[in-house]
């Protein structure tokens, strides 16, 4: 079941997501237009998956950095992905999806 929770204190909100959670590992993925928010937003370990930013990357390339960093990372179908991205959310949900990960959407909007 999803939860929608409305804040102002995300950084903690997330936190305790992601303690409730207890998964296996916790990727952060970000644009580079949204690093620095990924960045602020991990006070618990989780590993930054960077990609470009705007329509330009929404290529196979994009996919496949994000599946090659979960699958060298060890992430499992236990692991939780967390999307900060802006306009490249749809890369963000296909590598979820075929990657059989659960999913905090942290989309630019929700921001």
């Known amino acids: 079941m999803q939860k929608l929770i409305f804040t102002n204190e995300v950084k903690d909100a997330l936190a305790g997501f992601v303690a409730e959670m207890s998964p296996s590992g916790v990727y952060i993925l970000t644009d580079t237009n949204t690093r620095a928010i990924g960045e602020e937003?991990?006070?618990?370990g989780g590993k930054?998956?960077?990609?470009?930013?705007?329509?330009e990357c929404k290529t196979l390339e994009s996919i496949a950095k994000v599946w090659e960093?979960?699958?060298?990372?060890?992430?499992?179908?236990?692991?939780?992905?967390?999307?900060?991205?802006?306009?490249?959310f749809q890369v963000a949900d296909l590598c979820r999806e075929t990657m059989q990960r659960g999913e905090i959407p942290l989309g630019?909007?929700?921001l």
């Open 41 to 44: 937003l991990n006070s618990f």
């Open 48 to 55: 930054l998956i960077t990609i470009g930013s705007g329509d």
């Open 69 to 88: 960093e979960l699958s060298m990372s060890g992430a499992t179908r236990h692991s939780v992905m967390i999307r900060a991205v802006g306009a490249a």
């Open 108 to 110: 630019g909007y929700s």
